[in-house]
């Protein structure tokens, strides 16, 4: 959760959260807006900590992929800070426009809904960038698809769809 432009925005994580369990996302809710009154969250453990080291070098790994086979790859948030989800935004239609092969990091947004996908990767096709359009990668280090990871692909499948009306 975020305000953006004075409005309250979720992330495609907070839809999740709410389809896993709603109480859980009333009580990051209430965090966000009244933590004077919330419970406070659970401190990160260590196992939690290693998961997030492991899959951000799993996401870096991948991006390194990119970079080897010689596709054109932008980092949005090499370019802006993760705070600034404005100048993201607008920095990641830039890199759409420009045709970049990949985009890593992608600041995507949609009416009440706004956050950042693994990576765009551009493929041939029809739209209002031309004769290309962008699909969303999402890297997990799951062994299996969870409802969770394709409700949030789906998310952010949407958000991008709005921004390069596919043909």
Known sequence: MRVL???LTF?????TCFHESPYASWMERLYFSHRELAPQPDPD???NSLLQTL??????????????????VSDI???????????????TLE???????VIFQAALQSGSFAGFADFLIKVP??????DYHYEVWDTKLA???????????CCYAEMLQQLQNQT
Not at 143 to 153: A, D, I, N, R
């Open 143 to 153: 062994s299996e698809v969870k409802v969770k990871f394709v409700l949030q692909l």
């Open 125 to 130: 096709g029809k739209s209002l960038l031309g």
């Open 5 to 7: 432009n004075s409005k």
């Open 45 to 47: 453990d260590s196992f």
């Open 11 to 15: 992330s495609p994580s907070d839809l």
């Open 55 to 72: 899959g951000d070098r799993h996401e870096r790994a991948q991006l390194r992929r990119f970079i080897d086979d010689g596709l054109t």
């Open 95 to 101: 890199q759409m426009r420009l045709g970049v092969d």
């Open 77 to 91: 948030l090499s370019i802006c800070d993760k705070t600034d989800f404005a100048l993201a935004h607008q920095t």
